[in-house]
């Protein structure tokens, strides 16, 4: 028994010794957002949404290579190098626009915990305040570092999203057809729910996140390899992970009658085959993701502003030395959490809209991305290959083309 | 400050008038050639109607918020880039520098210019560096609203702005830091560890630039303050090996050795190649333990006497080892076999004798560590003990090196 103790401890060093960037930023990606976005989608439309996953892949290991390629080639935080290159106005714009889609973000990951526990009859007056106190606290005076370590290791529970995906006997034919087979619909909701898809997947936010991640442990061009494997083995766990999510969904909800998600105990449905157990499970796993990603998000927004914007930023810095890093750090988690408090705020609702928030902020920051890294007096001989310019500048159009038309729909005919 | 002053922002885009008052384009960047002076504007460069022209301070007669710059002279020359010119604009803004006297990395976001009539014409000097909201709040507005305008309710922001003398451009390019006059001497006169926080705030090319060119000496006590190990080694790597063995001579040989361990094997080859014979030894020693033994935290830098030695030659002793002076504080009895026999605390001998034996002075129990002692456990010694410095010795009981409790210290904060 001690031996099996032993073994397991082993593995689980192995496990975080191999954690860099790439793989933190690819379990943060499932956040709150992240599974009700993937759960809605599964509920309400069933195996159709699947053919999204690939490219999403794509793109996903595209912006984040990037992004860990120019932190390891300039050693400066994305927003250093907006701020460097296109001046102050449009950093400030820019970093403004962020801050706005994060706070969202902030929100949707306090529902989360909302949400989580109000299955069990916990109230959100006692479990979001508390939440929010507990994460604030964590960050700056406690130490976040070991902590990161238990989120992680608590991620490994989205694998039960891969046994329910199987146990539920879902349709794998009309899943394989649908994984590879477009489909487009000028349906509102479906393009709510597309741009939302994208927008969790990759948000912008972890952009800024990663890179300043990858700065930060000194990676540089010559050990760059490494990462980015890393990286992309990060991105394709994502959306496996997503993948089966939809799919279990689909197998345990839309297949009874498909419907809109609207608090947890329905996506929990998911979960299905775990019987008594499947509330539980979910409720275990939104709650981590969503503590992990609020632990990080605000922070990382602080940063990316206060980096940009030249203000002094450090959770080891006193409060009078970084007095704007700690208003704006403090700030998000007080309005996140405050405004979920707010009698009879839906939920669920407000977690989705998050990520379509984040879907229509992609395509500008990617725009800058892709300028920045094509310069070479920054890049040297690490600026794009061709097809890396060619897939962004792709996705740029599209999402800006899915928010035109989600917009002109909603104007045309109400909200669908 | 002079009683006229002018912003970078304001200057951008502000008409420039021919002696008859035509408007012949407007600024777009001004800058310093430092080889001439270091703070005095130098040259304007004008978008005119085609091409960019360069105006030099002696071509203008006069600067105003109301009229924009006036020249007395036009004959203008044809932009070129010169690489003895510091571009505020392209340069500077936006740029990060070091604040020497604030001893941090900050952003630039404007630049305050004096202007002074010197009798034939307007002189613009730079004056200061701003950062904090004041500036931001001017440069976001600067072109929506009237420059007037801006100045009068930008006052109820505090002003937050570094003295252009204690501004340090930093620069990666060697060649160019020479043609734009840039040093360091500043940094060197910093406490080593602002200046490692300072070196940790900047990119990798810019760490290189400051550790290239300022004094071995500085540069190795200011590594050593460096709290990452990763971050100290890939400093040491991206310099030439010559210039790292120089601060590599300057360092404690634990540190070295600690730092040395985290590089490539080739890497450290190379570097200890270059040292001197005497520190290239003792690092090579050190390197040969486990980071987390005894051995591994130890340093050589001792001072070690024979068994029956008296005070007057522990005396002569230091005075041959003043550079260890600072931080000594306990002197070590050896035999024939040089094997550790007493340890003295140094206070010991102010109140003896000149001609007592040191023998006399020893502690009454000695502490002290084998080379493969863990980590954890001399830390436990050092509480348990109360100690400042524990003696290590190999396997033979031969004094190997010394533990001191600064490096526990470090052990303790990194945990």
Same mark, same amino acid.
């Given at each position: 028994m001690v031996k099996l103790l032993q073994r397991f401890r082993y593995h689980i060093l192995i496990f975080l010794g191999v954690l860099g960037p790439?793989? +933190?930023t690819a379990m943060v990606d499932n956040d709150s957002g992240g599974i009700y976005t993937y759960s809605a989608a599964g509920a309400k439309y069933g195996y159709l949404p699947l053919w999204t996953l690939l490219p999403i892949t794509v793109v996903l290991i595209i912006?984040?290579?990037? !992004?860990?390629?120019?932190?390891?080639?300039?050693? $400066?935080?994305? #927003? &250093?190098?907006?701020?460097? =290159?296109?001046?102050?106005?449009?950093?400030?714009?820019?970093?403004?626009?962020?801050?706005?889609? @994060?706070?969202? @973000?902030?929100?949707? =990951?306090?529902?989360g915990v909302a949400s989580s526990l109000e299955i069990f009859h916990i109230s959100r007056y006692i479990t979001v305040p508390l939440a929010a106190i507990g994460v604030w606290f964590l960050v700056v005076k406690g130490n976040y570092t070991s902590v990161e370590k238990v989120f992680l290791f608590a991620s490994v529970i989205y694998v039960t999203y891969i046994v329910s995906g199987i146990l539920v $006997?879902?349709?794998? $034919? =009309?899943?394989?057809?649908? #994984?590879?087979?477009?489909?487009?619909?000028? &349906? #509102?909701?479906?393009?709510?729910?597309?741009?939302?898809?994208?927008?969790?997947?990759?948000?912008?936010?972890?952009?800024?996140?990663?890179?300043?991640?990858?700065?930060? $442990?000194?990676?540089?061009?010559? &050990?760059?390899?490494? #990462?980015?494997? =890393?990286?992309?083995?990060? !991105?394709?766990?994502?959306?496996? +992970?997503?993948?089966? +999510?939809?799919?279990?969904c689909a197998g345990a909800i839309w297949s009874v009658a498909p419907k809109d998600i609207t608090d947890a105990s329905e996506a929990a449905l998911g979960l299905k085959p775990f019987g008594q157990y499947a509330v539980l499970l979910f409720s275990a796993g939104l709650l981590n993701a969503s503590i992990f990603a609020a632990s990080i998000l605000p922070l990382s927004t602080a940063y990316s502003v206060c980096e940009g914007l030249g203000f002094e930023a450090g959770v080891n810095k006193r409060m009078s030395e970084a007095p704007i890093f700690y208003f704006l750090y403090t700030s998000l988690i007080v309005v996140g959490a405050g405004v979920v408090l707010i009698p009879g705020f839906p939920l669920v609702r407000m977690i989705l809209l998050s990520q379509v928030a984040n879907g229509v902020l992609l395509p500008f920051i990617l725009i800058f991305m892709v300028i920045l890294i094509n310069k070479r007096d920054l890049m040297g001989d690490w600026v794009n290959p061709r097809w890396f310019n060619l897939a962004s500048w792709a996705t740029v159009v599209i999402m800006i083309g899915l928010t035109l038309a989600l917009v002109g729909i909603t104007i045309r005919g109400g909200t669908g | 400050m002079a009683d006229k002053y002018l912003y970078f922002t304001?200057?951008?885009?502000?008409?420039?008038?021919?002696?008859?008052? /035509?408007?012949?384009?407007?600024?777009?960047?001004?800058?310093?050639?430092?080889?001439?002076?270091?703070?005095?504007?130098?040259?304007?460069?004008?978008?005119?109607?085609?091409?960019?022209?360069t105006v030099r301070f002696d071509q203008i007669r006069s600067i105003t918020l109301e009229n924009g710059i006036q020249l007395s002279d036009e004959q203008l020359l044809p932009y070129h880039d010169d690489e003895y010119m510091m571009r505020i604009g392209r340069d500077l803004l936006d740029q990060q520098i070091i604040d020497v006297t604030g001893r941090k990395v900050v952003r630039v976001n404007d630049v305050t210019m004096g202007i002074q009539h010197d009798g034939q014409r307007d002189i613009l000097t730079v004056l200061e560096v701003d950062i904090g909201v004041r500036s931001i709040f001017r440069r976001l507005f600067q072109g929506v609203l009237p420059r007037p305008l801006i100045r009068r309710l930008q006052r109820r922001i505090p002003p937050n702005s570094i003295r252009w003398e204690f501004a340090n451009v930093v620069e990666p390019d060697p060649l160019r830091r020479l043609r734009l006059n840039i040093s360091y001497d500043k940094l060197e006169e910093m406490h080593p560890a602002d200046l490692a926080d300072i070196v940790e705030d900047l990119a990798p090319a810019e760490r290189g630039a400051i550790f290239e060119t300022i004094d071995s000496e500085v540069a190795a006590d200011a590594l050593t303050e460096v709290e990452d190990p990763k971050m100290q080694a890939s400093i040491l790597e991206n310099l030439e090996p010559e210039k790292a063995a120089d601060i590599m001579e300057?360092?404690?040989?634990?540190?070295?050795?600690?730092?040395?361990?985290?590089?490539?094997?080739?890497?450290?080859?190379?570097?200890?190649?270059?040292?001197?014979?005497?520190?290239?030894?003792?690092? /090579?020693?050190?390197?040969?333990?486990?980071?987390?033994?005894?051995?591994?935290?130890?340093?050589?830098?001792?001072?070690?006497?024979?068994?029956?030695?008296?005070?007057?030659?522990?005396m002569a002793a230091l005075k041959g080892n003043e550079d260890l002076l600072e931080t000594l504080n306990t002197l070590f009895l050896i035999d024939e076999e040089e094997r550790l026999t007493a340890a003295i605390p140094l206070a010991r001998l102010f109140l003896a004798a000149g001609e007592s034996r040191l023998k006399d002075l020893a502690s009454e129990t000695m502490i002290q560590v084998t080379v493969d002692e863990t980590q954890d456990r001399v830390s436990e010694f050092f509480d348990k003990y109360n100690l400042l410095t524990l003696p290590v010795v190999d396997d033979e009981g031969k004094l190997a090196g010394v533990i001191t409790a600064d490096d526990i210290i470090s052990i303790l904060r990194q945990k």
């Open positions: 790439g793989f +933190i912006t984040q290579e990037m !992004c860990s390629r120019m932190g390891a080639v300039t050693g $400066k935080g994305l #927003s &250093d190098l907006i701020r460097e =290159e296109f001046g102050l106005r449009i950093t400030f714009l820019l970093m403004s626009l962020l801050v706005l889609a @994060n706070l969202t @973000n902030v929100m949707a =990951e306090f529902a $006997k879902p349709d794998w $034919k =009309e899943a394989a057809i649908n #994984s590879v087979r477009p489909m487009l619909m000028l &349906d #509102s909701g479906y393009i709510f729910m597309l741009i939302g898809m994208v927008g969790t997947t990759i948000a912008p936010w972890m952009q800024f996140y990663l890179q300043s991640a990858v700065v930060e $442990k000194g990676v540089t061009a010559k &050990d760059y390899s490494a #990462s980015r494997l =890393e990286v992309t083995v990060g !991105c394709i766990m994502t959306n496996v +992970i997503a993948f089966f +999510i939809i799919v279990a | 304001e200057l951008l885009s502000m008409p420039v008038l021919d002696l008859k008052g /035509r408007r012949i384009g407007r600024a777009k960047d001004a800058a310093l050639v430092p080889r001439e002076h270091a703070a005095r504007i130098d040259r304007f460069l004008v978008g005119g109607e085609y091409t960019w022209l300057e360092m404690a040989p634990d540190e070295a050795a600690d730092i040395l361990s985290e590089m490539k094997e080739e890497t450290s080859e190379e570097i200890l190649e270059e040292m001197d014979s005497e520190p290239k030894t003792d690092v /090579r020693e050190l390197l040969e333990f486990e980071d987390d033994t005894a051995g591994g935290l130890m340093n050589t830098e001792y001072v070690a006497l024979h068994d029956n030695a008296t005070v007057a030659d522990a």
